[in-house]
């Protein structure tokens, strides 16, 4: 049955375990325009509720789907034109729901080069292949003399044979049902093996838990995928597909049983027969199995990458939503030694009012006037919070940010000291908006401002990098950068939406990601802004330069105006339902600015009395509790982690210390967690929590302050083991320093290594050794991506 609209929405709704109408509803709001934050937002009614996390699946089946229907059109045509489609075929076509399926059967019609097997059908072969499977009594040799072909290269019963061989091959290695029993017996049974290329021992160390490594194919972890595609990649790896990992050397495999049997070939020990089972061997050998392995392999690589996105989109999306430390005059230092600490003051808005630089750290050492240059700022511009870059001196100069504070207690006892993560500060410095923004600044003193920034509001900050150059992913650059791409600007836009954004502070880069509005329509709207003064109310928008009406309608609702003409601009409800909260206030008798935040009042309306043809019972509902809390930020309280004195590098950490930090990223296998050392440290998923968990997700989250233990230390290599379960015990002859490894040393300015070890089974009982987390390579890799 062809995939058609119908058909579409009935196959994502199965896969959703959702209603056929809610699908169709969705693909057709979509196909008109609609975004996916507007569609969870304002279309509750006609999606059935469907929210962010199924719309975007919904998006990329819808995708998907699409392309595979094309495909069979595409495929359709061409048998057609041939003149070999056959009502069977044309329904297994129209029945096959992957692109795999599809192009299996395909396969004998696909235009393709000259084969050996088609230069022997052209030379008369065919009728002789054809025999020997009708007739298996036949003298195989005998029946061979009568094709010899000289001019067309079959000089001798031999190579006739070896032709008829391989029409037979390539016959059988097209058969999209045999091809299915095939794949379904690897998919259950084959592993992967990764071997040591010779002579590579000493280039490729770090890459030795996998010189001699077997993994059951279907089941490889997306970081150990990765890490041996990487392996293979810079050619100190081989990778193979082992289909029958239990057979004794020298047995045949069990996919040539599956070949016989499917073409009902029972074997005995005529001549033909023992010609047939060469012609089996080498179908598996010869064809299937190297299509197989690149397949499987292949396949692999596509799961491995999907699960890297998800963790880097999912790791995005927390560092996005942070809690902000609000709109106060910040000053942001940007630490350095001999080029000195930079500094920068922005007002309640972001912007930028002074900078300076100044030298307290070695070589200058002019730590008291540094204090005094600080401090003059601070009672200058009011400062109210210091946000300190976490890179090269940041521990020195929280320290100088701690007597700055001492210093003005008595005139400024609010001024807080905030350490702030420096990933892609650089990046934005460089960038050509930076440029724009601050076209006679420094680099190092842009840094200062976006670290300030980032500490007023990370969200607002965030979006002028690129999300890849955040650094909070996993194996990064060996994925797919369009399918990376494509997720994390889908969470950029998710997590916009969701907080809203100030109409009148707002820069383009993330006016941009508001839903409905593009980077041309973000400038016009800062450009008009620009040039009439604030925005008064939402529908001044319709003013600006290309803003039309469909753009209007998806963006509204996510823009804020704060203290403008109407009190519903400053909330999420969207300028399409104000007649309904006009309606509520006239039947309470209440001025619409006293209904809005009238808890007791709102708690007490039914939203059932307002439910129109055009409103239902979602939207009312979700209107209301707006009302309650109108323009609520999304994002937790701030909060900060509070570094040990005196604990400021590597050298310091003993075993048994209970430290706070903040969890900079989240994979498959633990936690990354700064604790002010320079040098993230892991805790590994059996030390998250005392109870059995798959996902380190559903503990802990990028953002996240939390408290734990040092496990162990190992200085040389830069390697930091911690424990949030605070009362785990230390194995002693393992918290001790080991002897120094070269090949894996820790480089900071290295790429990002290439491998955890194979951490322990997650059925093994809660209490691991304490050094679980040290087996692990990626203890490096994503403090070098953090730097």
Same mark, same amino acid.
């Given at each position: 049955?062809?995939?058609?609209?119908?058909?579409?929405?009935?196959?994502?709704?199965?896969?959703?375990?959702?209603?056929?109408?809610?699908?169709?509803?969705?693909?057709?709001?979509?196909?008109?325009?609609? !975004?996916?934050?507007?569609?969870?937002?304002?279309? @509750?009614?006609?999606?059935?509720?469907?929210?962010?996390?199924?719309?975007?699946?919904?998006?990329?089946?819808?995708?998907?789907?699409?392309?595979?229907?094309?495909?069979?059109?595409?495929?359709?045509?061409?048998?057609?034109?041939?003149?070999?489609?056959?009502?069977?075929?044309?329904?297994?076509?129209?029945?096959?729901?992957? @692109?795999?399926?599809?192009?299996?059967?395909?396969?004998?019609?696909?235009?393709?080069?000259?084969?050996?097997?088609?230069?022997?059908?052209?030379?008369?072969?065919?009728?002789?292949?054809?025999?020997?499977?009708?007739?298996?009594?036949?003298?195989?040799?005998?029946?061979?003399?009568? &094709?010899?072909?000289?001019?067309?290269?079959?000089?001798?019963?031999?190579?006739?044979?070896?032709?008829?061989? &391989?029409?037979?091959?390539?016959?059988?290695?097209?058969?999209?049902?045999?091809?299915?029993?095939?794949?379904?017996?690897?998919?259950?049974?084959?592993?992967?093996?990764?071997?040591?290329?010779?002579?590579?021992?000493?280039?490729?160390?770090?890459?030795?838990?996998?010189?001699?490594? !077997?993994?059951?194919?279907?089941?490889?972890?997306?970081?150990?995928?990765?890490?041996?595609?990487?392996?293979?990649?810079?050619?100190?790896?081989?990778?193979?597909?082992?289909?029958?990992?239990?057979?004794?050397?020298?047995?045949?495999?069990?996919?040539?049983?599956?070949?016989?049997?499917?073409?009902?070939?029972?074997?005995?020990?005529? /001549?033909?027969?023992?010609?047939?089972?060469?012609?089996?061997?080498?179908?598996?050998?010869?064809?299937?199995?190297?299509?197989?392995?690149?397949?499987?392999?292949?396949?692999?690589?596509?799961?491995?990458?999907?699960?890297?996105?998800?963790?880097?989109?999912?790791?995005?999306?927390?560092?996005? =939503?942070?809690?902000?430390?609000?709109?106060?005059?910040?000053?942001?230092?940007?630490?350095?030694?001999?080029?000195?600490?930079?500094?920068?003051?922005?007002?309640?808005?972001?912007? =930028?009012?002074?900078?300076?630089?100044?030298?307290?750290?070695?070589?200058?050492?002019?730590?008291?006037?540094?204090?005094? !240059?600080?401090?003059?700022?601070?009672?200058?511009?009011?400062?109210?919070?210091?946000?300190?870059?976490?890179?090269?001196?940041?521990?020195?100069?929280?320290?100088?940010?701690?007597?700055?504070?001492?210093?003005?207690?008595?005139?400024?006892?609010?001024?807080?000291?905030?350490?702030?993560?420096?990933?892609?500060?650089?990046?934005?410095?460089?960038?050509?908006?930076?440029?724009?923004?601050?076209?006679?600044?420094?680099?190092?003193?842009?840094?200062?401002?976006?670290?300030?920034?980032?500490?007023?509001?990370?969200?607002?900050?965030?979006?002028?990098?690129?999300?890849?150059?955040?650094?909070?992913?996993?194996?990064?650059?060996?994925?797919?950068?369009?399918?990376?791409?494509?997720?994390?600007?889908?969470?950029?836009?998710?997590?916009?939406?969701? $907080?809203?954004?100030?109409?009148? =502070?707002?820069?383009?880069?993330?006016? /941009?990601?508001?839903?409905?509005?593009?980077?041309?329509?973000? %400038?016009?709207?800062?450009? &008009?802004?620009?040039?009439?003064?604030?925005?008064?109310?939402?529908?001044?928008?319709?003013?600006?330069?290309?803003?039309?009406? *469909?753009?209007?309608?998806?963006?509204?609702?996510?823009?804020?105006?704060?203290?403008?003409?109407?009190?519903?601009?400053?909330?999420?409800?969207?300028?399409?339902?104000?007649?309904?909260?006009?309606?509520?206030?006239?039947?309470?008798?209440?001025?619409?600015?006293?209904?809005?935040?009238?808890?007791?009042?709102?708690?007490?309306?039914?939203?059932?009395?307002?439910?129109?043809?055009?409103?239902?019972?979602?939207?009312?509902?979700?209107?209301?509790?707006?009302?309650?809390?109108?323009?609520?930020?999304?994002?937790?309280?701030?909060?900060?982690?509070?570094? %040990?004195?005196?604990?400021?590098?590597?050298?310091?950490?003993?075993?048994? =210390?209970?430290?706070?930090?903040? $969890?900079?990223?989240?994979?498959?296998?633990?936690?990354?967690?700064?604790?002010?050392?320079?040098?993230?440290?892991?805790?590994?998923?059996?030390?998250?929590?005392?109870?059995?968990?798959?996902?380190?997700?559903?503990?802990?989250?990028?953002?996240?302050?939390?408290?734990? @233990?040092?496990?162990? $230390?190992?200085?040389?290599?830069?390697?930091?083991?911690?424990?949030?379960?605070?009362?785990?015990?230390?194995?002693?002859?393992?918290?001790?320093?080991?002897?120094?490894?070269?090949?894996?040393?820790?480089?900071?300015?290295?790429?990002?290594?290439?491998?955890?070890?194979?951490?322990?089974?997650? *059925?093994?009982?809660?209490?691991?050794?304490?050094?679980?987390?040290?087996?692990?390579?990626?203890?490096?890799?994503?403090?070098?991506?953090?730097?």
């Amino acid at each position: 049955m062809q995939t058609n609209a119908h058909n579409i929405a009935q196959i994502i709704a199965q896969e959703l375990n959702v209603r056929e109408q809610q699908v169709a509803a969705t693909i057709t709001l979509l196909d008109d325009g609609a !975004t996916v934050p507007f569609v969870a937002r304002y279309r @509750k009614e006609a999606t059935g509720g469907l929210d962010d996390t199924q719309l975007r699946t919904l998006y990329t089946r819808l995708g998907y789907l699409r392309e595979l229907n094309d495909r069979r059109q595409v495929i359709l045509s061409s048998i057609q034109a041939q003149g070999k489609l056959t009502p069977e075929l044309q329904r297994a076509i129209d029945d096959a729901d992957s @692109k795999t399926r599809l192009e299996d059967l395909y396969l004998p019609f696909k235009p393709k080069r000259r084969t050996k097997g088609q230069i022997a059908i052209e030379a008369g072969l065919e009728p002789l292949a054809d025999a020997l499977l009708a007739d298996r009594s036949a003298d195989v040799e005998a029946k061979a003399a009568g &094709y010899i072909n000289s001019d067309a290269g079959f000089v001798d019963v031999k190579a006739v044979l070896e032709g008829a061989r &391989y029409i037979l091959m390539e016959r059988y290695a097209e058969d999209a049902e045999l091809l299915r029993k095939v794949r379904e017996h690897l998919s259950q049974n084959s592993v992967l093996e990764s071997r040591l290329i010779a002579g590579k021992e000493k280039e490729g160390a770090k890459f030795r838990d996998y010189f001699e490594h !077997t993994e059951q194919l279907a089941k490889i972890p997306s970081h150990r995928a990765l890490a041996m595609l990487r392996g293979r990649n810079e050619g100190f790896l081989a990778l193979s597909m082992n289909a029958d990992p239990a057979a004794e050397a020298g047995q045949g495999s069990y996919c040539e049983v599956i070949i016989s049997d499917h073409l009902g070939l029972k074997l005995g020990d005529s /001549s033909v027969d023992q010609w047939l089972k060469t012609v089996v061997t080498a179908t598996w050998r010869i064809k299937i199995a190297l299509q197989m392995e690149t397949e499987f392999i292949s396949q692999m690589r596509e799961r491995a990458e999907a699960e890297a996105i998800k963790v880097f989109a999912r790791n995005l999306g927390d560092l996005l =939503m942070a809690a902000p430390a609000g709109a106060k005059a910040t000053m942001g230092l940007d630490p350095g030694l001999r080029t000195g600490v930079k500094v920068a003051v922005v007002d309640n808005t972001g912007k =930028m009012l002074c900078h300076a630089t100044i030298f307290p750290h070695a070589p200058q050492n002019l730590w008291e006037k540094s204090i005094r !240059t600080l401090a003059n700022l601070v009672k200058m511009h009011k400062v109210e919070l210091i946000a300190i870059g976490n890179g090269t001196a940041s521990r020195e100069t929280d320290k100088l940010a701690a007597e700055l504070i001492a210093a003005v207690k008595d005139t400024h006892p609010q001024l807080t000291k905030v350490m702030v993560s420096e990933a892609g500060a650089s990046v934005y410095s460089a960038s050509e908006l930076a440029a724009l923004e601050f076209p006679d600044l420094d680099v190092s003193i842009r840094g200062a401002v976006s670290i300030a920034r980032r500490l007023q509001d990370p969200l607002a900050e965030l979006v002028k990098i690129e999300p890849k150059s955040i650094g909070v992913g996993q194996y990064q650059h060996d994925v797919s950068q369009s399918q990376l791409s494509g997720s994390l600007e889908a969470v950029v836009e998710d997590c916009v939406n969701g $907080v809203g954004v100030d109409l009148n =502070m707002a820069s383009a880069p993330l006016l /941009s990601q508001v839903a409905g509005l593009n980077k041309t329509l973000a %400038k016009n709207v800062v450009d &008009y802004r620009d040039a009439n003064g604030q925005f008064k109310n939402r529908k001044e928008l319709l003013k600006v330069p290309r803003l039309g009406p *469909k753009a209007y309608e998806q963006a509204a609702g996510f823009l804020r105006i704060r203290e403008g003409d109407n009190p519903l601009d400053a909330s999420s409800v969207h300028p399409e339902a104000y007649s309904l909260v006009e309606t509520i206030a006239k039947t309470k008798q209440v001025e619409l600015a006293s209904l809005m935040g009238n808890s007791d009042l709102l708690r007490s309306i039914k939203p059932e009395e307002f439910i129109t043809a055009e409103f239902g019972l979602p939207t009312v509902t979700d209107i209301l509790a707006e009302l309650d809390k109108p323009g609520r930020d999304p994002r937790g309280e701030f909060k900060t982690a509070k570094f %040990k004195d005196g604990v400021e590098e590597l050298k310091h950490l003993k075993p048994e =210390m209970v430290l706070e930090g903040v $969890v900079t990223n989240v994979t498959n296998f633990g936690a990354f967690v700064d604790i002010g050392v320079h040098q993230d440290g892991l805790v590994h998923i059996s030390s998250l929590t005392d109870k059995f968990i798959s996902d380190p997700h559903t503990v802990v989250k990028a953002g996240d302050v939390v408290k734990v @233990k040092v496990m162990e $230390v190992d200085v040389e290599r830069r390697r930091i083991g911690l424990s949030m379960r605070l009362d785990e015990a230390i194995d002693q002859s393992k918290s001790q320093q080991r002897p120094h490894n070269p090949a894996r040393t820790h480089n900071s300015k290295a790429p990002q290594s290439a491998k955890p070890a194979a951490r322990p089974t997650q *059925k093994q009982a809660p209490k691991a050794p304490a050094n679980a987390a040290m087996g692990n390579a990626f203890a490096d890799a994503f403090a070098k991506l953090k730097k």
